[in-house]
């Protein structure tokens, strides 16, 4: 009876305390209602219900925990707390679910995992005799001594309490990275001693991260990933790929992590947004939609920096418009809080979404006219999204024959453009249309595979330039292009420009043998 009053009380407790912390729904509502009359096998089919309808907050699986534990089903009880644990919810709930949590899996005899739920409550500042008791308890468990690691662990502990202490009064890096590798040895030890430590590895991982020894860290997160296949590993091991700017390789770690989505909301929004980042860096637009609109969804159940929100608005409306799709409410941007380039951007490819190429060429100038640096893209001159849409800005400036325009864009960006199949054609199409014949001609030579109209603008260059051996050179391959051939022969026979090169005295035979000629195989 005692724990029924209690469980009572509890409920109108936590419906009190949370109400202005996430809309609740229907379900939700209802089973609080039936949970503080008591009735507890109605309050859990309306809990079961509401998570059934997709909600996505602790609150359900928290009063679901609570019955199982009152019920004595702690076993059962267990994965509602972790579930609880992991979703958004008031600080002070969020207590509830680890001390829980510590004490059941100490019931249970799984200290690592009840030390972990021990220094989540510290963190949160609890402080109680029963943490000692636990960690006393373990240090037995696990026999004793510094044979089994627990000693270790306990250094690491207090280690880890100097570095935040440290941290907060504003140490120097070097300091808080020599109290780092202490932290890091000792939970080495640890693991070394017994592998039962090694779910330790994050935060060995975490502080090599803190002291900017990336490379260790993608080294523990891929044995961590490897091993227990953890999907926050894979997350590290995607974001750690991704700020390298190695896209593809960020994306196969991401769709790893989603195999087995985390119940941690905030690590599945970051999932998907960083994937919708890589996917859009790569000009895969649908794919960086199809991420985007989860990393949304999810925005709206836990708490964001506004720079992240804002981040991510930008790339979700970059990625919609790219379907031709504006979102009137949601993609709206003030010049007082977005940059120009963003700006410029965003109104170019919502110009071609409207079909209106010569609008969009007037903003695809602007989007990259200074050294814009974004927040969100450290070291980055410019962020990804847009680098990925600068072959977008050039196409759009060469249909609308903004020629000069278009070299310079090609000029500045050389690097990233270089491995793109149409950056030479643009520029050499672009020199000719100018009457740059020599530039021209520079840029043909690099073309690889040029289409038939390349072939002939090529030839026309020579031409103007006066280089009839060229012309006969480069004709004989081009006139192998049974695509070219038909409208090579008629120009050779028939245009003026041409004329030099028929009054060679074999012009008709090396005609006749470049048109009659095949294919090599």
Known sequence: MKKAKFLIGLALVLSAGNSGAFAKSKELILGEKAYSRGSFDAAK?????????????????????????????????????????????????????YWKLAILYRQAKQYPESLRYVERLEELGEKSELFEKIRMEAEGHHGGGSSKGYSDVKKAVVLEKQYREKSSQ??????????????????TAAIAADPRWKEYRFKIALYHERCKRMGEAERVYAQIWDEARDPAAAYKLGLLARKRKDYKLALKFFGGALENPPEDLQMRFYIHYNAAQAHYALGNLAEAYA?????????????????????????????????????????????KTESKMFMSLYAMKRALAENNSAEAAQHAVQIYAGDTVDDDE????????????????????????????????TSKFKTQLQDLKDTNGWRAVSHFAL????????????????????????????????????????????????????KLTENFRKMRLYESLRREPDFEIWLNEGAGASLPE
């Open 45 to 97: 089919q309306h809990f079961e219900q509401a998570i059934d309808n997709g909600d996505e907050s602790g609150d359900p699986r928290l009063y679901i925990g609570l019955i199982l534990e009152s019920r004595r089903q702690y076993a059962e009880s267990i994965p509602y707390f972790r579930a609880a644990a992991e979703r958004p919810m008031q600080k002070k709930f969020k207590k509830v679910a």
């Open 170 to 187: 504003g140490a120097e890096a070097g300091e808080l990275c020599e109290i780092a590798d202490s932290i890091i040895a000792a939970y």
């Open 291 to 335: 991420h985007a609109r989860p990393a949304r969804r999810l925005s709206g159940e836990i708490e964001l920096k506004k720079k992240t929100q804002q981040a991510l608005r930008r790339l979700y409306c970059l990625a919609k418009i790219s379907k031709r799709i504006h979102e009137e409410d949601y993609c709206r941007f003030s010049q």
């Open 378 to 409: 450290s070291g980055a001159s410019l962020p990804a999204y847009a680098l990925s849409d600068l072959p977008v800005a050039v196409g759009v400036l060469f249909k609308e024959e903004k020629y000069r325009a278009v070299i310079e864009l």
């Open 435 to 486: 009457k740059e014949y020599g530039s021209a001609l520079v840029e043909f030579d690099k073309i690889k595979n040029p289409s038939p109209s390349q072939m002939n603008l090529h030839l026309m260059a020579m031409a103007h330039m006066g280089d009839i051996a060229g012309i006969k050179s480069r004709g004989r391959v081009y006139l192998k292009d049974p695509r070219a051939r038909k």
